[in-house]
């Protein structure tokens, strides 16, 4: 049987991104995996197909649930992965949409079928969501780091660099399979809070979606999101202040945030300037040294 089940084959996507978030390890905080149902709600985006959990999941950790249908019948909810289609008419390409957890089994398996997907619909670009734990004081914008295949992507958006390296989750495996199988592919990070991890973070949500906006040309009402994001930062202020110990924490985490920030702000000098300044030092040692000496 084929992992993938189709409803239907949406024809006649406009240049499409595929747009995939993972919960479990790759999802701090729910903020990938909310972002992306974000989208997906503003933009009515309807199911397609899923992936059959059978072959990439160990039920044992991630188990299926038992569910009352109609208040009488139980049934059994299965670990999903869902495809959805996005049409945005105004945009300049169309999104599909790939939400689900993190399988435990046949990695290399899995995103070959995922990489097979986006050929077939002929996907331009792949974009993973992730969101990971960080020493970061919630009182400052939520950053967002990013790789991607083609290093003008990552220039273009403003994105800071990662530097990982370590363990990885499916997300690493799935660009590697896009790089193998010719996929353009970007990834963005959103850096979340360890001390408020346990909550859902739609400040973090907010800043995944606004800087996918920027990568793939589509736009969504986020105000709902905004609203959010504003009520969030209220509540994790109330709980800090009732704390002295975490305030002080937390003071410390901004100040050295500023501190890297003011590291970041110092302007360096272009290699043309280093070199021309570097002449003009060889130049004028030349001619202070005695002859015959230097």
């Known amino acids: 049987m084929q992992p993938l089940e189709w409803e239907y084959r949406p024809d006649g996507l406009r240049a499409p991104a595929l747009v995939c978030a993972f919960k479990g390890w790759n999802d701090a905080a729910d903020a990938a995996s909310s972002a992306l149902s974000f989208v997906g709600g503003a933009l009515q985006a309807q199911r397609f197909a899923t992936i059959d959990p059978e072959e990439f999941y160990d039920f044992q950790s991630t188990r299926p649930r038992v569910a009352l249908a ?5 049934e059994i909810q299965w670990p999903a992965v869902e495809l959805y289609e996005a049409r945005v008419p105004r945009a300049p390409r169309d999104l599909v949409l790939l939400a689900g957890s993190e399988p435990s089994l046949r990695w290399r398996t899995f995103t070959r079928v995922i990489v097979e997907l986006a050929e ?6 792949v974009v993973t969501l992730g969101a990971l734990l960080a020493d970061v004081p919630h009182t400052r914008p939520v950053a967002v780091t990013g790789l991607a295949s083609d290093a003008a992507l990552v220039a273009r958006l403003g994105l800071a660099r990662s530097s990982y390296e370590g363990p ?3 997300i690493g ?16 990070w959103a850096a979340v809070p360890h001390y408020v991890a346990a909550a859902p973070n739609p400040k973090a949500a907010l800043a995944l979606v606004r800087k996918l906006e920027g990568l793939v040309g589509v736009a969504v009402d986020a105000s709902e999101l905004e609203t959010a994001a504003t009520e969030y930062d209220r509540q994790v202020n109330l709980a800090v202040q009732s704390d002295p110990d975490v305030q002080a924490f937390v003071e410390r985490l901004e100040q050295a945030a500023e501190s890297e920030q003011a590291e970041q702000s110092v302007p360096l000098p272009s290699g043309d300037a280093i070199a021309r300044e570097l002449q003009r030092f060889l130049r004028q040692r030349s001619s ?3 002859p015959g000496q230097g």
Not at 70 to 74: I, W
Not at 120 to 125: C, E, I, K, N
Not at 173 to 188: K, Q, R, T
């Open 173 to 188: 495996v799935l660009h590697a399979a896009c790089e193998n199988g010719g996929l353009p592919s970007a990834s963005l």
């Open 120 to 125: 077939a619909l002929g996907t331009q670009l």
């Open 70 to 74: 109609d208040g009488r019948a139980r």
């Open 288 to 290: 202070e040294d005695p």
């Open 168 to 170: 990885t989750g499916i």
